[in-house]
């Protein structure tokens, strides 16, 4: 029964995510229930919810999950890599099918089409939405499995953080760090032909086409335009860009010094299957966010057109199941203005609620009542002056704290501050940018923050559990990731 789970929160994003999407993993959840051989999934989890604007799992399944992942590595070296190769397959031709429906004009698509479009949409995320939290239950486990051959190897905290920093290291690089490099140009031609050049507004509308998708969090914000990316052209230009070069060209030396590490410490090839390891779980984990945003982006036109038929505004649209927008769509209906109203409910907070392979939607009294039961009291903790994290990229800095914990507060983040949060995501390197260092609420050596954070060259502290509420905005402290700590000093 749901009433005995012990649940546990194993992600916090900005907030409730949208219907549409949770939609897709318990749809997924759902499907593999009934037929877990006709779908790939390595373990289907029996409770999962959306609550409080956290993601949550039972422990029962949190402990079998991750025990099911490290049977089958055990029974066979490899699986997991094999895994994460498929499943970044899998966002490749998610990717593909984004392009595909960018060349497609669905504003005078007749209800059976846009069905079949939305269809089409629904069956390339289903195999994603299976897997999207494997990295979570990896990252519990098998990022250590490495960092503990290389402690035994190398003496000294120090040396060991700036090994483990490159074999973490992606060598194939996310959009994140393609786009990265692309400000760097832009920031250059600027510095040589002036911002308000040709030059540089031929630069500026490439970045556009290629990036823009990365301004956008899943089915929320806005995709990145000529001014914004220009904005952060010019602060970059205002940095080091000789170093910010650098640090680039030291992602595409990332496999030769990996390669060198190997040689320089004659590693083992079971190691050297551990390290292939990381680095796909990192890549294709972190590839997530950035391939189902860029499918949301290049769905625009389907989903405005989807919004129009049905008779409900795009952020209602996102609020609906799957399977709603399939049942409005096959009889040709609009939305009554009772669900209309619902949909309303649902966007101020909902609850959704996936037990032995059902799902249900609380909003209203019933998702009073369902706080009243499950809400637990949270202590502050802004009494503490010192408390320690996972060191995810070496360094020091100090700095004032700047929290952002929804979307709207990414552009007030600072040069120089220490960003603060529970996790983060592409839609906030921005942000990222201009910190001087990163502390996380989660997240492991594999998470976006500490991958990201690498290729920033900034210190970067994760899973710290209490960030958020040991630490108010304004307040000055020293992030010691070389050694996990975090500190007030004023």
């Known amino acids: 029964m749901e009433e005995s789970v012990e649940w546990e929160e194993v992600a916090r994003r900005l907030g409730n995510f949208e219907v549409l999407l949770l939609g897709s993993v318990t749809e997924a959840f759902e499907a593999f229930s009934r037929n ?11 409770y999962y919810r959306q609550f409080d604007g956290g993601r949550w799992f039972s422990r029962f399944d949190i ?12 029974e066979k070296p490899g699986s997991i890599l094999e895994i994460m190769l498929d499943y970044e397959n899998d966002l490749e031709r998610a990717r593909k099918l984004g392009d595909e429906a960018s060349a497609r004009d669905y504003s005078a698509a007749p209800a059976g089409a846009l069905l ?7 069956r390339v995320t289903q195999p994603l939405a299976a897997r999207v939290y494997h ?46 490099e692309s400000l760097a140009g832009i920031a250059e031609a600027g510095l040589k032909h002036g911002f308000e050049s040709h030059e540089v507004e031929g630069l500026v509308s490439e970045h556009v086409r290629a990036y823009a998708f990365l301004g956008m969090y899943f089915y929320r914000k806005e995709p990145f335009d000529a001014k914004a990316v220009l904005e952060r052209a010019r602060q970059l230009a205002e940095k080091d860009l000789a170093k910010e070069k650098r640090e680039i060209q030291a992602l595409k030396e990332v496999d030769g010094k990996t390669q060198e590490i ?15 390891t990381v680095k796909e779980i990192g890549f294709a984990a972190n590839g997530f966010d950035e391939s189902y945003t860029y499918l949301v982006f290049k769905h625009r ?32 209906a609009k939305a009554s203005e009772e669900f209309k109203k619902e949909l309303e409910e649902r966007k101020k907070d909902n609850a959704i609620v996936f037990a032995n392979g059902s799902v249900r939607l609380l ?25 320690k994290g996972q060191p995810a990229s070496p360094g020091k800095a100090v700095g004032r704290v700047r929290k952002i914990l929804s979307l709207h507060q990414i552009a007030d983040m600072r040069k120089g501050e220490i960003l603060v949060a529970t996790a983060t995501m592409p839609a906030f390197v921005p942000a990222m940018e201009k910190a001087a260092a990163i502390v996380t609420n989660e997240g492991g050596l594999l998470s976006h923050a500490a991958i990201v954070s690498r290729e920033l060259g900034i210190p970067c502290v994760v899973g710290t559990k209490i960030a958020t509420r040991a630490l108010n905005d304004g307040d000055l402290i020293e992030v010691d990731a070389t050694n996990g700590f975090v500190r007030k000093v004023g």
């Open 36 to 46: 877990p051989r006709e779908f790939k999934c390595e373990y289907v989890p029996k």
């Open 63 to 74: 402990e079998h999950w991750i025990s099911a992942l490290q049977q089958l590595e055990e």
């Open 116 to 122: 079949e479009a939305f269809n089409d949409f629904s």
């Open 135 to 180: 990295y979570l239950m990896l990252n519990k486990f098998y990022p250590d499995l490495l960092t503990a051959e290389i402690a035994g190897i190398i003496p000294g905290v120090e040396k060991q953080n700036e090994v483990v920093k490159t074999l973490f290291a992606l060598e194939k690089p996310s959009f994140v760090a393609k786009e990265k």
């Open 262 to 276: 190997i040689r320089e410490l004659n590693l083992s090839q079971a190691t050297q299957l551990k390290i292939a």
């Open 301 to 332: 036109s389907l989903f405005n057109a989807i919004a129009s038929q049905l008779g409900v505004s795009y952020l209602q649209l996102i609020e609906m199941f799957p399977a709603e927008v399939r049942s409005l769509l096959e009889r040709n």
């Open 363 to 387: 909003v209203g009294k019933e998702l009073a009542e369902y706080y009243a039961k499950e809400k637990k009291h949270v202590e502050e903790l802004t009494h503490l002056t010192e408390f």
